[in-house]
C-alpha cells in the first residue's frame, strides 16, 4: 500500500514562488518514477513534471520549463517541486502521483497512486 500527502499549496501574487511537498508512505519508493499533475476548474488534469527512479532524469511541461524544479530524496521518501515565477495561469489543483509499476512519462495511466491534492493559486 502506498499514500501520497502533498503539502505547500497557498495563495501567493503574480512571479511569487512555491514549494510543494510530497511525502511516499511506503517501502518502495525509490523505485517509483514520480510525478506532478495539476488541474484547474474545468480543464483536464495535465503533467506538469516528473522525476525518474535514478534522478535527475526529468520531465517538464513546455509551460514550466525554466520556472519549475523538480527533485526527489530517497532516504526521505519525498518529492518536492519548486515553482518560481508563478503566474494566474498556474493556478490549479495539484498532484503528487507515484508510477509502481516502473513507468515514466507524461501519461496518466503511468501513475498508479495519487495524492489529494493541494490548491495553488496565484492572483494578478
Known amino acids: 500500500q502506498v499514500q501520497l500527502v502533498e503539502s505547500g499549496g ?34 483536464e488534469r495535465e503533467f506538469v ?25 530517497n ?4 518529492v518536492t517541486l519548486q515553482m518560481n515565477s508563478l503566474k494566474p495561469e498556474d493556478t490549479a489543483v495539484y498532484y503528487c502521483a507515484a ?8 501519461l496518466r495511466s503511468f501513475y498508479d497512486y495519487w495524492g489529494q491534492g493541494t490548491q495553488v493559486t496565484i492572483s494578478s
Open 99 to 106: 508510477s509502481s509499476r516502473g513507468m515514466f512519462g507524461t
Open 75 to 78: 532516504a526521505k521518501n519525498t
Open 10 to 43: 497557498g495563495l501567493v501574487q503574480t512571479g511569487g514562488s512555491l514549494r510543494l511537498s510530497c511525502a511516499v508512505l511506503g517501502r518502495s519508493f525509490s523505485t517509483y518514477p514520480m510525478g506532478w499533475f495539476r488541474q484547474a476548474p474545468g480543464k
Open 49 to 73: 513534471a516528473g522525476i525518474n527512479r535514478s534522478a535527475p532524469t526529468t520531465l517538464y511541461t513546455d509551460s514550466v520549463k525554466g520556472r519549475f524544479a523538480i527533485s526527489r530524496d
